[in-house]
């Protein structure tokens, strides 16, 4: 069912039942389990898997990436990676739906699952040419990453090289080779974290995964309880919007033997459980206000106030992922702490400043804050929202201060929608500066057309480089203010401005006569100032026509007669 899907399930599997499933392989490879079995954490997509987190780190001690053989490497499948490789996760592939493959013959067996080496014997050689070219194509992807991979059983070193293990979820095919592998790979490379310590040195940690409400339960926390233990009647420390809470474990209920906690009806009550395993706890009211990705700290009854005091300060430590500072940069938002810290990870590597990043939605101080932002730095003005509402009052206020509010359901998409913003206004400002700037303008007078030599000058013009506009100050060939443009007309109409090759009518503002200061056959200049002409040519120079860099050039001679170093960077 669709709605099973959008829940995160804890499913725990016996090593007997791990080993009734591989045996034959467990057997060949002279593997056996020295552990009690696994806990599977099921995140569909991978946004609980970033509430699986605790400072420094990842909670999951092994990942298996699931890959659909069929789509192949999508964006989030890159962003899991990316989560993976910065917690030092170690993981395999599962590259599952092969059964999808075109011609791909499956063979089910009701007792175990059919491994993926007697599946893979059985078809025909194109069969085996197009899966073989599959694998390759997630290798490849992987190695963007800057990972080895390879199929499984062609690496000889999994220390270096991350397997790819072909399956198929709808027949089973390829499950013992996944079980196998998840099994001895952890068992073999993290033999110390899986030693459980004395159970006197136990301190309860958990990390909450989801807090959602379920029909006659009210509010519940899905929890991954990673260390230590708890039970009814437990309190209990975790964040909420407002800072640390305290409330008590009301109830505790765990999924049956393999079965996971989606299913209400696999759920049992328990009065006391052990690390490591996925519970759903019943809290009482003040536990309610809870966080995704906040940790859960079990404050055993009759704690005395030092243990309480260091409980808060490592909840403190623990959630000290927002930020809040005087930087000019991006306001953001999400819903929990795994989520709000891979944004500001994935920022962090792009380079884009983060002014202030907390939880929740987007409120009216947000919006204000942004807008602090924008009056300094126009281009990190805006706020960035990851899978949370926006307040009616904060759309408001955006309205009303003109902030863009840029909102996403997966972090790519939301880097994406920050990159285009940041663009977007880069650009904007870019042309804002660009349209406050004087162009360069070259004309010259046309004797022919001589129509009054006294202020206002009338006589005809031809726009040899840019654009001639109204108020315009011109200079003559020996760098002197000659007077202002008041207006051009062309046929009796009046013009907003003169581009590059026109002929019009000029009038001119002048204390200068036509004939005698001003000869009639001139060559004038749009003046400017040097900083003007400076940016124009390093900066903006791709935003001029041909026309307007000759105009500047032959400007630039003008002014160097009367100081030979204006504008020493144009060349």
């Given at each position: 069912?669709k709605?099973?899907?959008?829940?995160?399930?804890a499913?725990?599997?016996?090593?007997?039942?791990i080993?009734?499933?591989?045996?034959e392989l467990?057997?060949?490879y002279r593997f056996?389990?020295?552990?009690p079995?696994?806990?599977?954490?099921?995140?569909?997509?991978?946004?609980?898997?970033?509430?699986?987190?605790?400072r420094?780190?990842?909670?999951?001690?092994?990942?298996?990436?699931?890959?659909?053989?069929v789509?192949?490497?999508?964006p989030?499948?890159?962003?899991a990676?990316?989560?993976?490789?910065?917690?030092?996760?170690?993981?395999?592939?599962?590259?599952?739906?092969?059964?999808?493959?075109?011609?791909?013959?499956?063979k089910?067996?009701?007792?175990v699952p059919p491994?993926?080496?007697?599946?893979y014997?059985?078809?025909?050689?194109?069969?085996?040419?197009?899966?073989?070219?599959?694998?390759?194509s997630?290798?490849?992807?992987?190695?963007?990453?800057?990972?080895?991979?390879?199929?499984?059983?062609?690496?000889?070193?999994?220390s270096?090289?991350?397997?790819?293990?072909?399956?198929?979820?709808?027949?089973?095919?390829?499950?013992?080779?996944?079980?196998?592998?998840?099994?001895?790979?952890?068992?073999?490379?993290?033999?110390?974290?899986?030693?459980?310590?004395?159970?006197?040195?136990?301190?309860?940690?958990?990390?909450?995964?989801?807090?959602?409400?379920?029909?006659?339960?009210?509010?519940?926390?899905?929890?991954?309880?990673?260390e230590?233990?708890?039970?009814?009647?437990?309190s209990?420390?975790?964040?909420g919007?407002e800072?640390p809470?305290?409330?008590?474990?009301?109830?505790?209920?765990?999924?049956a033997?393999l079965?996971?906690?989606?299913?209400?009806?696999?759920?049992?009550?328990?009065?006391?459980?052990?690390?490591?395993?996925g519970?759903?706890?019943?809290?009482?009211?003040?536990?309610?206000?809870?966080?995704?990705?906040?940790?859960?700290?079990?404050i055993?009854?009759?704690?005395?106030e030092?243990?309480?005091?260091?409980?808060?300060?490592?909840?403190?430590?623990?959630?000290?992922?927002?930020?809040?500072?005087?930087?000019?940069?991006?306001v953001?938002?999400?819903?929990?702490?795994?989520?709000?810290?891979a944004?500001?990870?994935?920022?962090?590597?792009?380079?884009?400043?983060?002014?202030?990043?907390?939880?929740?939605?987007?409120s009216?101080?947000?919006?204000?804050e942004?807008?602090?932002?924008?009056?300094?730095?126009?281009?990190?003005?805006?706020?960035?929202?990851?899978?949370?509402?926006?307040?009616?009052?904060?759309?408001?206020?955006?309205?009303?201060?003109?902030?863009?509010?840029?909102?996403?359901?997966?972090?790519?998409?939301?880097?994406?929608l920050?990159?285009?913003?940041?663009?977007?206004r880069?650009?904007?400002?870019?042309?804002?500066?660009?349209?406050?700037?004087?162009?360069?303008?070259?004309?010259?007078?046309?004797?022919?057309?001589?129509?009054?030599?006294?202020?206002p000058i009338?006589?005809?013009?031809?726009?040899?480089?840019?654009?001639?506009?109204?108020?315009?100050?011109?200079?003559?060939?020996?760098?002197?203010?000659?007077?202002?443009?008041?207006?051009?007309?062309?046929?009796?109409?009046?013009?907003d401005?003169?581009?590059?090759?026109?002929?019009?009518?000029?009038?001119?503002?002048?204390?200068?006569?036509?004939?005698?200061?001003i000869?009639?056959?001139?060559t004038?200049?749009?003046?400017?100032?040097e900083?003007?002409?400076v940016?124009?040519?390093?900066?903006?120079?791709?935003?001029?026509?041909?026309?307007?860099?000759n105009?500047?050039?032959d400007?630039v001679?003008?002014?160097?007669?009367?100081?030979?170093?204006?504008?020493?960077?144009?060349?």
């Amino acid at each position: 069912m669709k709605c099973q899907t959008q829940h995160i399930g804890a499913s725990f599997i016996p090593s007997a039942v791990i080993a009734r499933i591989a045996g034959e392989l467990m057997k060949r490879y002279r593997f056996s389990l020295e552990f009690p079995g696994l806990l599977f954490i099921d995140t569909p997509g991978h946004e609980v898997f970033m509430n699986l987190r605790k400072r420094g780190g990842s909670i999951a001690d092994f990942a298996v990436l699931v890959v659909d053989a069929v789509k192949g490497f999508e964006p989030q499948t890159d962003e899991a990676v990316d989560i993976l490789v910065e917690r030092k996760t170690p993981f395999l592939v599962a590259l599952n739906k092969i059964d999808r493959v075109p011609g791909w013959v499956s063979k089910t067996q009701d007792d175990v699952p059919p491994t993926y080496e007697a599946s893979y014997a059985r078809q025909q050689e194109v069969v085996k040419r197009r899966l073989d070219s599959i694998v390759y194509s997630v290798s490849g992807s992987l190695g963007k990453h800057g990972i080895s991979a390879d199929l499984f059983s062609r690496i000889s070193d999994f220390s270096r090289t991350v397997a790819i293990v072909p399956v198929s979820a709808l027949t089973g095919e390829g499950l013992p080779e996944l079980l196998v592998l998840t099994a001895g790979l952890t068992q073999r490379y993290m033999s110390k974290k899986l030693t459980a310590a004395p159970k006197e040195s136990e301190k309860g940690r958990g990390s909450i995964l989801e807090v959602k409400e379920e029909k006659g339960l009210g509010t519940v926390l899905d929890v991954l309880l990673y260390e230590g233990e708890m039970a009814k009647g437990d309190s209990a420390l975790a964040s909420g919007i407002e800072g640390p809470l305290v409330g008590k474990i009301r109830n505790i209920l765990i999924p049956a033997p393999l079965t996971d906690t989606r299913f209400q009806i696999s759920l049992v009550e328990a009065e006391r459980v052990e690390a490591a395993t996925g519970v759903r706890v019943v809290p009482d009211e003040p536990l309610k206000g809870a966080l995704p990705g906040s940790p859960l700290i079990i404050i055993k009854n009759g704690a005395d106030e030092a243990s309480v005091k260091a409980a808060l300060s490592e909840l403190k430590e623990e959630t000290s992922v927002t930020i809040s500072s005087d930087v000019n940069g991006v306001v953001v938002k999400a819903d929990t702490f795994g989520s709000l810290e891979a944004v500001i990870s994935a920022m962090k590597k792009r380079g884009i400043p983060v002014r202030m990043a907390n939880l929740g939605m987007v409120s009216k101080k947000d919006v204000v804050e942004a807008s602090v932002v924008k009056d300094k730095d126009y281009v990190h003005g805006f706020v960035a929202a990851f899978n949370v509402r926006v307040n009616p009052d904060a759309e408001s206020e955006a309205e009303t201060r003109g902030i863009s509010i840029v909102k996403a359901d997966l972090i790519y998409q939301l880097l994406d929608l920050v990159d285009e913003e940041i663009k977007k206004r880069t650009e904007e400002l870019r042309l804002s500066e660009l349209r406050g700037i004087n162009r360069p303008v070259e004309i010259k007078l046309l004797p022919e057309y001589v129509f009054r030599r006294a202020s206002p000058i009338i006589v005809g013009i031809r726009v040899v480089g840019g654009t001639l506009k109204p108020q315009r100050t011109l200079i003559d060939e020996n760098g002197e203010k000659v007077g202002e443009v008041l207006q051009l007309q062309d046929k009796g109409k009046v013009l907003d401005g003169a581009s590059e090759g026109s002929e019009v009518a000029m009038s001119l503002k002048t204390s200068y006569t036509l004939g005698r200061q001003i000869k009639e056959n001139a060559t004038l200049f749009g003046d400017m100032a040097e900083d003007e002409a400076v940016k124009l040519y390093t900066k903006y120079r791709s935003d001029l026509s041909q026309g307007e860099v000759n105009a500047l050039l032959d400007l630039v001679k003008v002014k160097r007669r009367k100081d030979p170093s204006w504008g020493m960077l144009i060349a």
